[in-house]
Structure formats: structure tokens, C-alpha cells
């Protein structure tokens, strides 16, 4: 067993004085209502704080309703980041590689530029825009699932191997975007740019509804196989002796996390190391592995995040552009000293 | 009943197992010896369906490996490696828990809750069901694994090696609980083992292999004697009476 311990140690009896305070402050639930607070008065804080309009006025009212989409999009974003990495976690039996790490949304900017390199923009634009949305996301999980179906589900590779060849896929997947990019004529350029590098501030809204209707149902597919994903992250022998098809179910899944990559890069574009840290923290404040809690806390944790960062940095700092710069940073760091300090297991 | 028909397994150009033809009768508690690399853990694991033989067939109870229902078939066998790595953070119970999968899908019922209880007292695990895998010593977490296979409650229960990494004190008590489960628990319980010892004082029935084959089979006072024992392991090994149980010697030749 390598676990790394990530959790509070059991703590020891509690006395009498103060045990009934640790006892709420322990149990899940309050934790979970304690992030989600967080995450709620962050979301009122964007939307109401420093609104030039007079409270209650319709000038208020249409200023809160703007600032909606992007708390909508950070919702989305923090489900798809959340998840995405947790699951993802379970059926490569690991705690530090993620989709992005693994360059799950290069491939994603590999086949955006690839489809307006082969066919065109003006193709692409004449088409309607959520079937256009729907088919890239296609493309994007038959390549997803195939490639990283053939590396998790073939002969037991390293970690150091993966994060080796993760590295390189999402480096070379970067530099053939590079490539084709050049060749783009200035207009075709400009209109992948626009679908490439989103940001939260400036995410096309038009397709946030379809985005949070894809998040409810993978979130009801996930939340439904939540018993048989604690057995899973048991390893392929103990999961087949518990008779789960464990080969079918990592498949199953690494599908469900290519379509939550695309649509959370659809709307803000690439966060790398964002889903590494929020999953990290769901870890420790959880304790346990269990789905039917790490699941919800990570949503939770990922948005609490995301709305805090996105609130300071727009009303505090005035930089709300910035945030994706922020998080990489930081959650490149946290993730280099996660490595330094427990090494790769 | 297990029943193996022709069954091969080759690793690259390593012939690994067989052909072999094996029947292991329902009851009791069945040592697979042999010198290392002799295709036991290969044999079991194919049992197990945890490996793809090259070709023939596996029934366990009447059911082929192979093509039954999965879920089935985790009702009727339950097989545990030696190595059990994985990152996921689980308490004692809920590790025991997760052997009532493929009765309960996870929803935990009733009976599951005292499916469990009954697997923890078992392996005289109560007091630590509520500590976590990471922080029990290796004896303790092997324990555990076996109490998640007891739990299972199936009624052929596979272990490749169950007495890896423990001393003296808790091999022998691993041992004597398996003995309990087939006695008392009415279980089909296979092992490999490499302390012959252990077969010998344990198992109502020895497989001994070797080269992929399989050599003998027989009562503990049928394969434990000294020519059996000489052939099979290559090297100079003397049987002498023990208190119980015949007692293969072989430190000094």
C-alpha cells in the first residue's frame, strides 16, 4: 500500500470540553456546508458588490444579470475541472496526474485548429453553431478515448512513464496547433482565436446552457456509478474479483472526462493545473476516498475557488482577466512542491 | 467444483502453465506448493479470471470463467492478490464494506451491514474498523483484505500468498482463520503457500507443481514425504514425524 496520507489523522478522543465543537466542525456535512458558504457569498459578491446602479433600481438588476454568465461559467468550469479530476484520479489509480496535465486540452486546441486548418472557417461558421459544438466534442472524445483508453488500459505503465509521455503528447499537440495556425489566413486566425482563448470575463455566452446541460447529465451518469467508481480505484484485480468490467469502466469514464474537458475549454480555454489543486484540497478536506463524498466536495471546493479568486481579482486588483494566469501559477507551484515533497506514487 | 480442462498459458515465449487437467473438490482447504516459478499463482489467477489462459477451460462451481455474467460470477468467487496497491484513502469498514459489491451494488442493506460485522469479528478486526488502511502495520492490512474477501461471501475464496510478509505470529493466526472458514464458514478456500510447513499442517489436500505442471496431488501425508519432496523442490529435503503433522526439513542438506 502507498497511499499518501492526505487527510486529518483520526482525531484521538476528544476531551469533554470542546469535543461537541470538534464533532460538528469534523463531520462531513458541515464541511460541506462551510465550502459551499464560501462559494455562495463569493457568487453575491460578484454580483452585487460595487454595482454603480442604486440598489433595487432596474439599472442594478440589468448590471446583476450580466454579471450572471460568468458566475455561470465559473460554475461550469469549477464542475468540469472538479470532477473531471477526480474520476479521472480513480481509473488511473494515481493522485497527481490530471486530464490537463495530460494534455487532454491541447488535444482539444490540436482539433479546433485542425477542423478550421482542413475545412475552412467559412465552413465552419455556416454551419450551426451547437451541432458544430456537438461534432467537435465528438471528434475530440473518439481521439481522447482511444488514445488515452490505449495508454491506461494496456500493460500496467509507469506514472513517471505516463507524466513522460502525457508531457511530450501535450507539447507535441501544441506545437502542430502552432503549425497550422501559421497557415491560417489572418481571418480564419482570428475566428479561432476567438473559440480558443476564451476567459471567464469574456466566455461566449451563447453556449453556457448547453455546457451546464452536458455538466447535469455526466454529473447524473457519475453520481449514479459512484459505488462502482470506490470499487474501481480498488485496482483491476480487486475490482474484477468484486465483479465490476473494470477495462469497460475506465473507458466509460475517460469518455465522460474528455467531454468535460471540451466543454469547460470551450468556454474558458486551457487551465492546467486548476483541477490538480482543487482535487487535491477536496482530498484533504474529505479524508476519505468515498465518491459519495469526494464527489460533491469537489464541485464545492473547485467552486469556492474560482468565484473567491474571480471576486478578488475583480474587485479588488481590477484584473479579472487575469485569473487563469493567477490559478496556472499558483496551482503550478502547489503541484511542483506536491511532487518535490511526496514524490511521484 | 473447480475444474481446469487443457488449460495453457505461455508469457512471450516462457511457457507459463500447462496444459493442465484439474479438478479441486467443493469443501475444504486446498495448499498449491511448488518452487517459485512453478505456475501457481498463474494457475490461480487464471482460476480467479484475473489472467486469459491461452486456451481451455475454467468452471468454478459450474461456471466458466470466461463467459459468465461478472456480477454472477463475484457472488460464487472471490480471489485475493498478494499485492494490493492503490491510492484510494479507505477506513477498515469501509474497505470490508466494499466486498459487499456484488450483492449490494453498494447500497449497503441490513444483512450487508452484519455480512460485515460477521467479516471483521472474524479477523479480529472490530477494534480497528475505524482506522484507515495507511495507518494499520502490514499484517494488520493484510487482515483487512482478507476480511473484504470473507465478506464477499462467496463460496470459493482464492489467496495467492496470503501469508506474505508476516511473522511468525500472524501467519500462523491467517492460517487457522482460513482453516475456520472452510470448517465452520463451509468454504472452498485454495491457497498458495510457500512454507511447505504450513501446507503440511494445514491443507486437506496439496497441489504440488512444477515447470507449469502439475506433479502431485494428494493428503499432506500423501505429498509430504521425503522423495516427494526432494524431486519436487530440487534440493535434499528430510520429512520427520512433527507433533500432528509430518515436518519437512530441509535448512541443511
Same mark, same amino acid.
Given at each position: ?30 464541511? &460541506? ?14 454580483? +452585487? ?66 477542423? +478550421? ?104 451518469? +457519475? ?18 474479483? &468484486? ?103 | ?13 516462457? @511457457? ?86 456484488? @450483492?449490494?451494488?453498494?447500497?449497503? $442493506? ?43 461471501? $462467496? ?99
Amino acid at each position: 500500500m502507498a497511499a499518501p496520507v492526505t487527510g486529518p489523522p483520526p482525531s484521538p478522543t476528544p476531551l469533554a470540553a470542546g469535543s461537541r465543537w470538534r464533532a460538528v466542525t469534523g463531520s462531513y456535512a458541515f464541511r &460541506l456546508s462551510a465550502v459551499s458558504a464560501v462559494a455562495v457569498a463569493a457568487a453575491i459578491g460578484i454580483l +452585487v458588490y460595487g454595482n454603480p446602479a442604486e440598489p433595487g433600481t432596474r439599472g442594478f438588476w440589468i448590471i446583476v444579470e450580466s454579471r450572471f454568465a460568468s458566475v455561470g461559467t465559473i460554475l461550469v468550469v469549477a464542475f468540469c475541472h472538479g470532477i473531471a479530476t477526480v474520476i479521472f484520479h480513480t481509473v488511473t489509480n494515481n493522485r497527481i496526474l490530471t486530464p490537463s496535465i495530460l494534455g487532454f486540452d491541447a488535444l482539444y486546441r490540436v482539433i479546433q485548429t485542425a477542423l +478550421v486548418f482542413f475545412f475552412g472557417a467559412g465552413t465552419l461558421a455556416a454551419t450551426d453553431g451547437l451541432g458544430k459544438v456537438a461534432l467537435q466534442s465528438l471528434i475530440m472524445i473518439a481521439f481522447a478515448s482511444l488514445l488515452y483508453g490505449w495508454l491506461f488500459t494496456g500493460t500496467r505503465a509507469s506514472l513517471h512513464l505516463l507524466l513522460l509521455v502525457g508531457v511530450v503528447l501535450g507539447m507535441g499537440f501544441g506545437s502542430l496547433s502552432t503549425f497550422m495556425q501559421r497557415l491560417l489566413t489572418p481571418s480564419e486566425f482570428d475566428i479561432l482565436t476567438a473559440r480558443l482563448f476564451g476567459n471567464i470575463s469574456a466566455s461566449d455566452s451563447s453556449y453556457l446552457p448547453w455546457g451546464a446541460l452536458v455538466c447535469v447529465a455526466v454529473g447524473a451518469v +457519475v453520481w449514479r456509478r459512484r459505488y462502482v467508481l470506490d470499487v474501481v480505484a480498488l485496482g483491476r484485480e480487486t475490482a474484477t474479483s &468484486l465483479g465490476v468490467r473494470h477495462q469497460r469502466e475506465v473507458m466509460l469514464t475517460l469518455v465522460l472526462v474528455a467531454v468535460l474537458v471540451s466543454v469547460s475549454t470551450s468556454l474558458v480555454g486551457p487551465m492546467t493545473f486548476f483541477g490538480f489543486v482543487v482535487a487535491m484540497l477536496t482530498y484533504q478536506v474529505v479524508g476519505t476516498s468515498a465518491h459519495s463524498r469526494t464527489l460533491p466536495m469537489v464541485v464545492a471546493v473547485a467552486a469556492a475557488t474560482l468565484l473567491l479568486a474571480y471576486f478578488v481579482l475583480r474587485h479588488v486588483f481590477y484584473a479579472a482577466g487575469l485569473i487563469s494566469v493567477i490559478i496556472e501559477f499558483c496551482g503550478g507551484l502547489i503541484f511542483l512542491v506536491y511532487l518535490l515533497r511526496k514524490g511521484l506514487r | 467444483m473447480i475444474t481446469l480442462h487443457d488449460v495453457a498459458k505461455t508469457y512471450g515465449d516462457v @511457457h507459463a502453465l500447462g496444459p493442465v487437467d484439474l479438478e479441486i473438490p467443493t469443501g475444504g482447504l486446498t495448499a498449491l506448493v511448488g518452487p517459485n516459478g512453478a505456475g501457481k499463482s498463474t494457475m490461480l489467477t487464471i482460476v480467479g479470471r484475473l489472467l486469459s489462459a491461452d486456451s481451455g477451460r475454467v468452471t468454478v462451481g459450474g461456471l466458466d470463467v470466461v463467459t459468465s455474467r461478472p456480477r454472477d460470477l463475484a457472488q460464487r468467487l472471490a480471489i485475493l492478490r498478494q499485492e494490493n496497491h492503490f491510492v484510494a484513502r479507505l477506513t477498515v469498514r469501509q474497505l470490508v464494506a466494499l466486498g459487499r459489491f456484488p @450483492h449490494s451494488q453498494g447500497r449497503i $442493506t441490513r444483512a450487508d451491514e452484519a455480512a460485515i460485522d460477521t467479516a471483521l469479528e472474524f479477523l479480529d478486526l472490530v477494534d480497528l474498523q475505524r482506522r484507515f488502511l495507511d495507518e494499520l502495520s502490514g499484517g494488520q492490512r493484510q487482515r483487512a483484505y482478507v476480511a473484504m474477501v470473507l465478506a464477499q461471501d $462467496t463460496e470459493y475464496v482464492l489467496l495467492d500468498e496470503p501469508l506474505n510478509n508476516l511473522d511468525m505470529q500472524h501467519a500462523v493466526s491467517m492460517m487457522a482463520r482460513l482453516r475456520r472458514a472452510a470448517d465452520e464458514l463451509g468454504k472452498t478456500v485454495v491457497v498458495v503457500v510457500h512454507d511447505i510447513n504450513f501446507a503440511a499442517a494445514y491443507a486437506d489436500r496439496i497441489i504440488a507443481m512444477t515447470e507449469g505442471q502439475i506433479r502431485y496431488v494428494g493428503t499432506p501425508a500423501e505429498v509430504i514425504t521425503t522423495e516427494t519432496l526432494t524431486d519436487l523442490f530440487a534440493t535434499p529435503v528430510t520429512v520427520v514425524d512433527g507433533p500432528g503433522h509430518p515436518l519437512a526439513v530441509y535448512y541443511r542438506p
